[in-house]
T-cell receptor, first 112, second 114 residues
Framework: SQQGEEDPQALSIQEGENATMNCSYK?????LQWYRQNSGRGLVHLIL?????REKHSGRLRVTLDTSKKSSSLLITASRAADTASYFC????????????FGKGTKLSVKP | DAGITQSPRHKVTETGTPVTLRCHQT?????MYWYRQDPGHGLRLIHY???????DKGEVSDGYSVSRSKTEDFLLTLESATSSQTSVYFC?????????????FGPGTRLTVL
């Protein structure tokens, strides 16, 4: 399978701490995307990083991409209880339709 | 949320009955997708559409068919529902392929097949 694989599967931290989630993928990508899913809701796009980018920021989110290791990480700084959700990475391998291949996700719990 | 709605939001049906799920968008996006989400499997692509009447299979298409007769609607049909099709179904849309393809998701349909 070409899906991204997130690590860890579950993460529990205290409010104010940083949360780091990792994603590994198989082959060359066009870009890699991160999504968040709150319980019982659809996925929400967080950030996209292109294959020629190494780091990208959006608010409290920082994404890195290491194409030599075929891995990406999502860092959430100063986490809040509202960040409690599942986080998915989705490598985009390109091709005629450019479909995303979602991983199984990291379940983040931020305790107040 | 982007203008995506799914109907019904919840459905309970019996094995062997036909079921149709509807995804409706008001964004005029070209691409539409159906995923299913199951514990331990994440999201898996069932079918997708890259234009009106243009559809293709995804990773787990067996037992499902789709139709797209107009830009705004993408229908997913289970011809004869089975218990293994109990899942949460998500529709997604995108207006770009390949290089970008940020997807916007609907709220989901929880389907239970007894």
């Amino acid at each position: 399978s070409q899906q991204g694989e997130e690590d860890p599967q579950a993460l529990s931290i205290q409010e104010g701490e940083n949360a780091t989630m990792n994603c590994s993928y198989k082959t060359s990508i066009n870009n890699l995307q991160w999504y968040r899913q709150n319980s019982g809701r659809g996925l929400v796009h967080l950030i996209l990083i292109r294959s020629n980018e190494r780091e990208k920021h959006s608010g409290r989110l920082r994404v890195t991409l290491d194409t030599s290791k075929k891995s990406s990480s999502l860092l959430i700084t100063a986490s809040r209880a509202a960040d409690t959700a599942s986080y998915f990475c989705a490598p985009n391998y390109g091709g005629s339709q450019g479909n995303l291949i979602f991983g199984k996700g990291t379940k983040l719990s931020v305790k107040p | 949320d982007a203008g995506i709605t799914q109907s019904p939001r919840h459905k309970v049906t019996e094995t062997g009955t036909p079921v149709t799920l509807r995804c409706h968008q008001t964004e005029n996006h070209r691409y539409m997708y159906w995923y299913r989400q199951d514990p331990g499997h994440g999201l898996r692509l069932i079918h997708y559409s890259y234009g009106v009447k243009d559809t293709d299979k995804g990773e787990v298409s067996d037992g499902y068919s789709v139709s797209r007769s107009k830009t705004e609607d993408f229908l997913l049909t289970l011809e004869s529902a089975t218990s293994s099709q109990t899942s949460v179904y998500f529709c997604a849309i995108s207006d770009k392929a390949s290089s970008y393809n940020e997807q916007f998701f609907g709220p989901g349909t929880r389907l239970t097949v007894l």
